[in-house]
């Protein structure tokens, strides 16, 4: 059965059991392939972390389902819908659903963190001045800052601050997909364990699904509820840790089985 007619026989469970579908995705860049084919599902409402070795795709997976990158070829949906389907007030309506925490933090040097989360609301959302301020102080709160951090610009804060910042002007908009892309990157261990506590207590309290993108053993292991690995242009195995632990795979046994492998696991 095809893509589209599965999506047809049963478009309204699916739209509850997944937040994302993608099939057949295949990205190029010149002459190497970074994705061949690659089928994934990701479940309303769970944590999934996504992992794999260097150069295998996992940040152009992320950005080819939030529309960063065209792939060569692709079916992807978000929220029941194809992607590629929609009209533009249609795409522009399932962004404002998501938000997008970048490796980098991607942060605007010349604002303060207050403007950085405010920039999404001004593009999207009719509000007042005043009432985006309050706004955006409050989601700076939410992501573990003191409302003082708000008026301060990135380069005076630090780098796990700063990742709370990004983290802050992704939940701008109240979304319910959160793609997280390397967050606990940088920063030293006590700084990444309380951004895995800050992540998966969003995610509880609010009922988040979240996309993310690690190598770090640690936050698979306090964040997230699957784990998926890309291999070769596809998905190698996907599951709960145990499951994909038990994958004889060499790199997934070298990955869990390593020296900080086994220091994370106990």
């Known amino acids: 059965m095809s893509f589209d007619a599965a999506l047809d026989q049963d478009a309204e469970p699916a739209a509850r059991e997944f937040a994302i579908r993608v099939r057949r995705l295949t990205n190029r860049f010149g002459p190497k392939t970074v994705h061949e084919d690659l089928d994934i599902d990701i479940r309303a409402g769970e944590t999934i972390g996504v992992i794999g070795p260097s150069g295998c795709g996992k940040s152009v997976l992320l950005q080819s389902i939030v529309g960063l990158i065209q792939p060569v070829s692709a079916e992807i949906e978000v929220f029941g819908q194809r992607i590629d389907r929609m009209s533009r007030a249609e795409r522009d309506a399932t962004r404002r659903r998501w938000g997008v925490m970048f490796q980098d933090g991607a942060l605007f040097s010349n604002l303060s963190i207050r403007e950085n989360v405010m920039a999404p609301m001004r593009e999207h959302l009719n509000l007042s001045v005043r009432l985006m301020r309050e706004l955006a102080e409050m989601k700076?709160?939410?992501?573990?800052?003191?409302?003082?951090?708000?008026?301060k610009r990135p380069a005076e804060l630090s780098g796990g601050m700063r990742k709370r910042a990004a983290l802050a002007r992704a939940m701008a908009l109240d979304p319910e997909l959160l793609f997280l892309d390397e967050p606990t990157a940088g920063l030293d261990p006590i700084s990444a364990a309380r951004f895995d506590e800050l992540i998966r207590s969003l995610s509880e309290t609010l009922g988040l699904t979240v996309f993310l993108v690690t190598h770090d053993l640690d936050?698979?292991?306090a964040t997230c509820d699957r784990i998926a690995v890309l291999n070769g242009g596809k998905v190698l195995a996907i599951g709960e840790l145990a499951e994909v632990r038990a994958n004889p795979h060499p790199w997934i046994q070298e990955y869990f089985s390593g020296p900080r492998g086994r220091a994370a696991m106990g």
């Open 140 to 151: 700076v709160q939410l992501a573990g800052l003191e409302v003082e951090a708000a008026f």
């Open 219 to 221: 936050t698979l292991i």
